[in-house]
């Protein structure tokens, strides 16, 4: 896995959110058993900056916690037929890794939450990691079908991870 990770704020996390980052991206690698080598952007802004993003790509005007940008086309989420015919489009021809998209994420909007929903910081930041992770392998939350399918896994890979509630 070849992730990078860019700062557009100058606030930060109390913890390595780098480490935190990996370890729950390649929680979700695992449990979606994603048989391919990933590339991931991720950039942490502040809310001024996720609301720019969110105002010119989802024409929403207000700060969000995180934002994913798949870049892989799925027929379904997180099945990968046919995937390798198109590898010009999904694949870095250099490294063979397959280009999965970006995550964006609030420090601010991550870190209120916490404290609104109760728990830590790092367990706030690896759920929206997961969530956009399972963003990236084609999954959403805009029918009520969709989203049961998308908060059970968010709940599976978090437990199995041993990332729960504090």
């Given amino acids: 896995m070849n992730f ?6 100058d606030e930060h996390f109390d913890f390595d959110c780098e480490k935190a980052a990996e370890f729950a991206i390649e929680q979700s690698l695992d449990y979606l058993e994603c ?3 990933v590339q991931i952007n991720l950039t942490l802004t502040d809310n001024p900056g996720i609301q720019a993003i969110n105002k ?11 934002l994913s940008f798949p870049l892989v086309d ?7 037929t046919d995937i390798e015919e198109h590898a010009e489009d999904y694949f870095d021809m250099d490294t063979g890794e397959l280009m999965l ?8 909007k991550c870190k209120a939450q916490a404290e609104e929903y109760g728990h830590s910081v790092i367990r706030e930041f690896s759920f929206l990691i997961v969530h956009s ?4 392998f084609g999954y959403d939350h805009m029918e009520d079908d969709e989203r049961i399918v998308m908060e059970d896994l968010q709940r599976k890979i978090l437990e199995k991870a041993g990332i729960l509630r504090d």
């Fill in 133 to 136: 992770m399972l963003h990236l």
């Fill in 101 to 108: 998209g970006d995550i964006i994420i609030s420090v601010e």
């Fill in 74 to 80: 799925y027929e379904s989420p997180n099945e990968f």
């Fill in 35 to 37: 048989p391919y080598e």
């Fill in 56 to 66: 010119e790509y989802r024409d929403i005007d207000r700060p969000t916690d995180v």
């Fill in 4 to 9: 990078v990770v860019e700062y557009e704020t």
